[in-house]
């Protein structure tokens, strides 16, 4: 319950504030990324890639979507798989999901022949969104684990 919440509080965040304003470099970190990833942090592999799959639909149906429905699906029950799991510590997790999703991402637009998917794309844009979503990280995933640490 308190996973989806986030999901969702990250999904209009990004919409409503982050997407609009204007970053150095033109990129903007992935809240919904992050929220996913506590939650699966908290809750583990089954309910991280559950969770994530319905963030994942929320983002394919959110505007501007541009790529295909069930893209972003797949990639987030993926991430919140392998956040679930776990790869050592919790920092050594977020950052492992942090650089595997928009790479991801950019695997599966170009298995279904996304023209987006460009090498500019993977050079100049991708570098940029991990950055960003690297440094809001401590705080997003603080917010979405914090229940799990107060008892």
Same mark, same amino acid.
């Given at each position: /319950? @308190? +996973?989806?919440?986030?999901?969702?509080?990250? /999904?209009?965040?990004?919409?409503?504030?982050?997407?609009?304003?204007? &970053?150095?470099?033109?990129?903007?970190?992935?809240?919904?990324?992050?929220?996913? @990833?506590?939650?699966?942090?908290?809750?583990?592999?089954?309910?991280?890639?559950?969770?994530? %799959?319905?963030? +994942? &639909?929320?983002?394919?149906? /959110?505007?501007?979507?541009?790529?295909?429905?069930?893209?972003?699906? %797949?990639? $987030?029950? &993926?991430?919140?798989?392998?956040?679930?799991? +776990?790869?050592?510590?919790?920092?050594?997790?977020?950052?492992?999901?942090? $650089? /595997?999703?928009?790479? $991801?991402?950019?695997?599966?637009?170009?298995?279904?022949?996304?023209?987006?998917?460009?090498?500019?794309?993977?050079?100049?844009?991708?570098?940029?969104?991990?950055?960003?979503?690297? $440094?809001?990280?401590?705080?997003?995933?603080?917010?979405?684990?914090?229940?799990? %640490?107060?008892?």
């Amino acid at each position: /319950m @308190i +996973g989806g919440v986030s999901v969702v509080l990250a /999904m209009l965040a990004q919409v409503m504030l982050v997407n609009r304003v204007p &970053l150095p470099a033109g990129g903007a970190p992935d809240l919904v990324l992050l929220a996913v @990833i506590g939650a699966a942090l908290v809750r583990g592999p089954g309910p991280g890639a559950v969770l994530g %799959f319905f963030a +994942g &639909l929320l983002v394919d149906v /959110m505007p501007p979507s541009a790529h295909l429905m069930g893209q972003y699906a %797949f990639v $987030l029950a &993926l991430v919140g798989y392998v956040a679930g799991r +776990g790869a050592g510590g919790p920092v050594t997790t977020v950052v492992l999901c942090v $650089l /595997m999703a928009p790479l $991801l991402a950019a695997a599966v637009g170009g298995l279904i022949a996304d023209p987006r998917v460009t090498v500019a794309t993977l050079t100049e844009q991708v570098p940029v969104t991990i950055v960003y979503t690297l $440094l809001v990280s401590p705080v997003v995933i603080w917010l979405t684990t914090r229940k799990r %640490f107060a008892t």
